[in-house]
């Protein structure tokens, strides 16, 4: 059974920092590119970051230079780094794997990150 389980969401004011993280079990992690989106209430999903399976990353530029992404394939898990949060980042945030070639594409629950001003 896949599972991807998002963590580390939560309340915190402007310019402070959290540290997402997507646990992925029942996939091949490493062949999979790995992305994090965000939907904010009354507003489309939008991506936010990714890392693909070689490494590469590429990011929203709204937060480019605030956040980083980064992947372990030894503990199958991807995080996002966020710094310097500010109330426009407040969404959901949900971590997805996807594989082109297998045609595999997962997402997790969801984890709630809420900046206040």
């Known amino acids: 059974q896949v599972q991807l389980v998002e963590s580390g969401g939560g309340l915190v004011q402007a310019g402070e920092s959290l540290r997402l993280s997507c646990a992925a079990s029942?996939?091949?992690?490493?062949?999979?590119?790995m992305v994090w989106y965000r939907q904010a209430p009354g507003k489309q999903r939008e991506l936010v970051a990714a890392v693909t399976s070689g490494g590469s990353t590429n990011y929203a530029d709204s937060v480019l230079g605030r956040f980083t992404i980064s992947r372990d394939n030894a503990k199958n898990t991807v995080y996002l780094q966020m710094n310097s949060l500010e109330p426009e980042d407040t969404a959901a945030y949900y971590c997805?794997?996807?594989?082109?070639?297998?045609?595999?594409?997962?997402w997790g629950q969801g984890t709630q990150v809420t900046v206040s001003s």
């Open positions: 029942g996939i091949i992690f490493s062949i999979h590119n």
């Open positions: 997805n794997a996807k594989n082109w070639l297998a045609r595999t594409d997962y």
